[in-house]
C-alpha cells in the first residue's frame, strides 16, 4: 500500500511540475542564467521626482532588455545618451541588445534606467527594487528581479 501511495504521489508530483514548466517556460531557468552586476542608483534631491539606476547585465544567449518596472516609480524606461553636434540628448529605447556573454554596461553618461514619478525620495544607503523584463531569441519573457543600492552623490565613480 505504501509503495502505491510514493508512486502515485511521485507521479502527481512529475505532472505538476511538467504543468508548471509549460505555464512558465522561462522565468526561473533564465532568470536564474542572467547576471546583474553592481546595480546602483543616484541619491535625489528634495523634491526630485526622477531617478538614475546603473548597472552590468550579462547574458549567456543573445536576448533583450525589453523593459523595466519599479514599485517606487510611476514609471521607468531604458534610456540611452549621446552626444549630437556638441549637445547631450537623452533618449527612451525600447529594446537594448544583451548579445551573449558580453557584459552590458548601463553607466552615467550612456544607457541607463530612468525612473519617473518617484514615490519617495532616493536616499543613499538605500534601496531600489527593479524587475526586468528579458526576451530570448525564442520571444520568451523572463523576469528578474534586481535590487539597486543607492549612492551618495559623488560615490558612483562618475567624475
Known sequence: MT???QNGF???AARLSLIAAVMFPSTALAADAIRVIDPWARATVPGQRVGGVY???VSPRNARLTGVESPIAGAAEVHSMTMDGGTMKMRAVGTLDLPAGRPV???PGGYHIMLFDL???LVA?????LTLSIEDAGKRVSKV???AIVRAVGQDGDH
Open 3 to 5: 509503495h502505491c501511495f
Open 10 to 12: 511521485l507521479r502527481a
Open 55 to 57: 548597472m552590468e547585465i
Open 105 to 107: 554596461r548601463l553607466a
Open 119 to 121: 514615490k519617495k525620495p
Open 125 to 129: 544607503g538605500g534601496s531600489v527594487p
Open 145 to 147: 528581479a534586481v535590487t
